[in-house]
């Protein structure tokens, strides 16, 4: 059974910082990874979906690395701002080869304060 | 982008009594929808898949026929949470899948006194 851990569950930043969110699963054998946003009582955000070929993703301050073989990916954020408090969830489809269509595990998520 | 609705974004019942929750795709048609169930400080935990036209499956654990889901068209899946109890107090959130991605509504809280 898949299952996904994120460390740590809350980091607090002062605005400017650099920082990385990590994220580990226990079946390597995945199609794909994504990592979302959820702000306080709403829903998700897709950030970044990593193919299981790729190495990583970037969008604009947001870079996303996955190495399939140890069963991690790491969330960097560059010059974080206040804006950017939320939690942050990665997830991968629950079952061996299952497409991005399936049904997805979710880690428990970083709790994520950027301090003005 | 591909947006999907949740209707209503919050509601309140009384303990015994049901209550429907939907789940739209706005903008594209989809056979696929999920529906996840969020517990306070804890993550996304998928109770079912949602199929147009069949049956919907249900993760392990989950009561089919406490949690009715009804997908009877490619842009509308319903979910119901009959007899409801104080425990079924969550957040429930749903996700519609495009044929490349899956894009998730905004969430239903959902309290029952």
């Known amino acids: 059974k898949q299952e996904v851990t994120q460390i740590p569950a809350a980091l607090s930043v002062p605005e400017g910082e650099n920082l990385v969110l990590n994220c580990s699963f226990t079946?390597?054998?995945?199609?794909?990874l994504q990592w979302f946003r959820q702000d306080p009582g709403k829903g998700l955000t897709s950030l970044l979906l990593?193919?299981?070929?790729?190495r990583e993703q970037t969008s604009g301050r947001l870079n996303a690395s996955l190495d399939k073989s140890s069963g991690r990916s790491t969330l960097y954020i560059a010059a974080s701002q206040p804006g950017d408090s939320a939690t942050y969830l990665c997830?991968?489809?629950?079952?061996?080869?299952?497409?991005?269509?399936?049904?997805?595990?979710f880690g428990e998520g970083t709790q994520l304060t950027v301090n003005p | 982008g591909a947006v999907v609705s949740q209707h209503p974004s919050w509601v309140i019942c009384k303990s015994g009594t049901s209550v429907k929750i939907e789940c739209r795709s706005l903008?594209?048609?989809?056979?696929?929808m999920f529906w996840y169930r969020q517990f306070p400080k804890q993550s996304l935990m998928l109770m079912a898949t949602?199929?147009?036209?069949?049956?919907?499956?249900?993760e392990q654990g989950v009561e089919k026929d406490k949690f009715l889901i009804n997908h009877a068209s490619l842009t509308l899946s319903t979910l119901t949470v009959t007899s409801a109890h104080p425990e079924d107090s969550s957040f429930y959130i749903c996700?519609?899948?495009?044929?490349?991605?899956?894009?998730f509504g905004p969430g239903t809280r959902l309290t029952v006194t």
């Open positions: 903008d594209f048609q989809a056979t696929t």
């Open positions: 990593i193919q299981s070929s790729q």
């Open positions: 997830a991968v489809p629950t079952g061996i080869q299952e497409t991005s269509g399936s049904r997805l595990t």
């Open positions: 996700s519609a899948w495009t044929g490349a991605q899956q894009y």
């Open positions: 079946d390597s054998a995945i199609y794909n």
């Open positions: 949602s199929n147009e036209g069949s049956k919907a499956t249900y």
